[in-house]
């Protein structure tokens, strides 16, 4: 149930711009506007007709102030996102205006709407459900067409559908159960719980196909973490300059001009990366390299993916071993740059300090062997799933542990059953994954966890 209040906020991105928003939703929408509207022709905000657009002024009622032309919609609930009556002023998308409208409907009864209220009126009343609501934030923050497609997916309700089905396969499940504990002379409840185990069988391995995405999810989402590594003066800043298509680095041949952390993002065939280039790794007295060098053996640790740069006209060194050394259980693949020079890289050696990590030759300065890597990158992501866009995509931290939750307590269950126990003790294990698989969608999930996930969107929206 929503709040009596009636909500305004700016919608649109701070700063000038050719067109702003101000929107304002609920009970007293409507004659809000009617106070603050005249339109071109003298009509009144309140003999608007639902989804109309009319051109007018807006007026401040108590000094008789034209503050800005404008465009009013009015989207009566509940044919509205909130499914309450929502009013939409369209003016010049300067902060000014913007912020004298907005005054102008706080002070004439409307609140100003807290951190992604309207989506949370729009979850409230049943118009989304929660995973479909965090899709809206996660198509606002994509960085690339791939990640854009996965979020526009989850809102029109491509995961929602899954855990949907999976919760009716689990209920159907229980019924079943109950019917054998309700009716115990039909002697059922061996067949019962044996019929039960083979669905929970099937239903774990649903769970397990949406989980096999979760990675590939989360990088689309969050952007893949990757650091760029390796001595000084093996062209770390090249390479980041290579990807982003920009010179954003400083590139000299001078060891150790990189010495702070430079991050960027860069899209891959889709995927957002999260890249930095670091400091080069070696022993140094410089004060301000040294912090640089230890700040990025930090980074390696963190990093998703691991990009680490040797020099082909120069033998392993002491320094690039100590920097495999750092490669120890992460992810990485290695770069053998400047493979246009006369080659002194022993790569028999190279490829023992590897282990089985990928091992790719590259001229940065030429452009060779990059759409090699890029398609490595690829390949590390997707990993041989299908690709986005052709099924539900896991790309949220917090729905993968709730199917990981609810996969174990089907383990529990089928374990119950194993055992032999009573139909009533599997029961309880399927309402518990029943319910966890709820929180996904928002069914069975707690108030605290609808404010903390409503927080993290911009105000507006």
Not at 173 to 180: N, T
Not at 182 to 187: A, C, L, Q, V
Not at 264 to 286: H, M
Not at 368 to 390: K, N, P, R, T
């Amino acid at each position: 149930m929503t709040s009596d209040d009636t909500i305004s906020a700016i919608a649109t991105a701070i700063g000038e711009g050719g067109i702003g928003i101000v929107r304002v939703s609920g009970s007293k929408a409507v004659a809000i506007a009617d106070k603050l509207f005249i339109g071109k022709t003298g009509k009144r905000a309140a003999d608007i007709l639902s989804h109309q657009v009319v051109y007018g002024d807006i007026v401040d009622p108590g000094s008789g102030e034209t503050i800005d032309e404008a465009i009013l919609i009015i989207m009566r609930g509940p044919r509205s996102y909130t499914r309450e009556d929502i009013v939409e002023i369209h003016c010049h998308g300067g902060p000014v205006p913007l912020r004298r409208i907005l005054d102008l409907t706080l002070t004439l009864g409307a609140r100003l709407a807290e951190p992604g209220e309207f989506t949370k009126r729009a979850f409230l009343s049943g118009r989304l459900d929660l995973a479909q609501a965090e899709a809206v934030i996660d198509i606002i923050r994509s960085k690339t067409d791939a990640s854009l497609r996965v979020a526009v997916g989850n809102l029109s309700g491509t995961l929602s559908g899954e855990i949907k089905h999976l919760r009716h396969d689990i209920l159907k499940m229980i019924a079943q159960l109950e019917a054998a504990i309700d009716f115990p002379e039909e002697d059922i409840e061996e067949a019962a719980a044996a019929d039960v185990a083979e669905l929970i069988v099937k239903a774990n391995a649903e769970i397990g196909k949406l989980l096999s995405t979760a990675q590939t999810g989360r990088i689309l989402r969050e952007g893949l973490a990757t650091v760029i590594v390796g001595k000084p003066n093996v062209g770390k800043s090249s390479l980041l300059n290579a990807l982003l298509r920009e010179k954003r680095a400083i590139v000299t041949d001078i060891p150790g001009t990189t010495r702070d952390i430079i991050e960027e993002y860069v899209n891959i065939r889709g995927i957002p990366l999260k890249i930095i280039d670091t400091a080069g790794i070696r022993e140094t007295t410089d004060v301000v390299e040294k912090i640089g060098v230890e700040r990025a053996k930090e980074l390696v640790n963190q990093a998703d993916l691991i990009l680490l740069l040797l020099d082909a006209s120069m033998p392993l060194s002491a320094e690039d071993r100590a920097v495999l050394e750092l490669l120890a259980g992460r992810q990485a693949i290695i770069l053998v740059n400047k493979s246009d020079l006369p080659s002194l890289l022993e790569f028999e050696e190279l490829k023992k300090a590897a282990g089985n990590r990928l091992v790719l030759k590259i001229s940065v300065t030429q452009g060779d062997g990059l759409a090699e890597l890029e398609q490595a990158i690829a390949d590390l992501v997707y990993s041989g799933h299908v690709s986005q866009g052709e099924a539900a995509f896991v790309n949220n931290v917090r729905h993968a542990d709730a199917l990981r939750h609810t996969s174990q307590r089907l383990e529990e269950a089928l374990a119950t059953i194993e055992a032999g126990m009573p139909p009533d003790c599997i029961v309880v294990d399927l309402r518990a994954a029943w319910e966890k698989l709820g929180e996904i969608t928002g069914d069975t999930v707690g108030e605290d966890i609808i404010d903390q996930i409503f927080t993290q969107f911009c105000i507006g929206k």
